[in-house]
């Protein structure tokens, strides 16, 4: 029997979540996390972009854990050159924090989990940030790809899956001013605006899928730049 199958899974988290707090504080970044902040900031320049919510099991929780993020990540204002960190902002996804049980992707594998449906949250935060230059520290794709074409409702490649105390999607403002992400939430769409104080460039990111034996590889590229790679399992 391997060690860590001998230590519980709460005091694994635990640990993984205080290693990276010790190495957020030793590179100095943990000063530069962005956090909630009330003061009023008036932002004159949007982008867009809206995604649909697929109606499936646990469909009404997916939609209510949306909203709770989207409540918490509205709140934030990204100064320049601040880290907007997603479960810096949001905590744990728990009962106590108010999330309900969703579907989630473990292990290649859908599954129940409490905050279900977070991903698509961090997926359309991680797509607009792309497109928009912001700079992206940490990101990770799902480890496989579950959809059909029919069924997908963002590129294969633009997704980012997120899972607390290990998986993280941070987000640097590489601007001289600040900037802010709002979401809209409907029943069946979720919006992401991206505020800013001055115009920024929106690029088109073409992806490139590269199929090997079992393996897929995305490639995205603005114009002939490449600014992204995602690795999926294609396994049945």
């Not at 990276?20 to 909630?36: F, I, P, T, W």
């Not at 029919?150 to 607390?164: C, K, N, Q």
């Amino acid at each position: 029997m391997r060690l860590k199958n001998l230590i519980p899974a709460s005091l694994r988290l635990s640990y993984k979540v205080w290693q990276r707090k010790r190495a957020d504080k030793q590179s100095g970044l943990l000063e530069k996390l962005a956090q909630q902040k009330t003061q009023q900031t008036s932002f004159t320049h949007t982008h867009k972009l809206q995604q649909p919510i697929r109606k499936s099991y646990l469909y009404e929780n997916k939609v209510h854990n949306i909203r709770v993020a989207a409540a918490q990540i509205n709140q934030v204002i990204i100064k320049p050159h601040e880290v907007f960190s997603f479960w810096n902002i949001l905590g744990a996804p728990t009962k106590e924090n108010n999330y309900k049980v969703g579907r989630n992707i473990i292990n290649g594998k859908l599954v129940e989990d409490v905050g279900g449906g977070l991903c698509q949250v961090s997926g359309i935060l991680y797509y607009l940030s792309l497109q928009c230059g912001l700079t992206i520290l940490e990101r990770h794709n799902h480890s496989k790809d579950i959809y059909t074409e029919e069924e997908r409702f963002t590129p294969l490649g633009s997704d980012a899956t997120i899972v607390f105390g290990y998986k993280d999607l941070r987000i640097q403002n590489p601007f001289s001013f600040s900037i802010q992400f709002q979401f809209i939430v409907e029943d069946d769409s979720v919006e992401l605006i991206l505020k800013s104080e001055h115009p920024i460039e929106r690029h088109s990111i073409e992806f490139i899928r590269h199929n090997e034996n079992d393996v897929i590889q995305v490639d995205g590229f603005i114009e002939k730049e490449k600014v992204n790679e995602s690795i999926y399992s294609a396994e049945g």
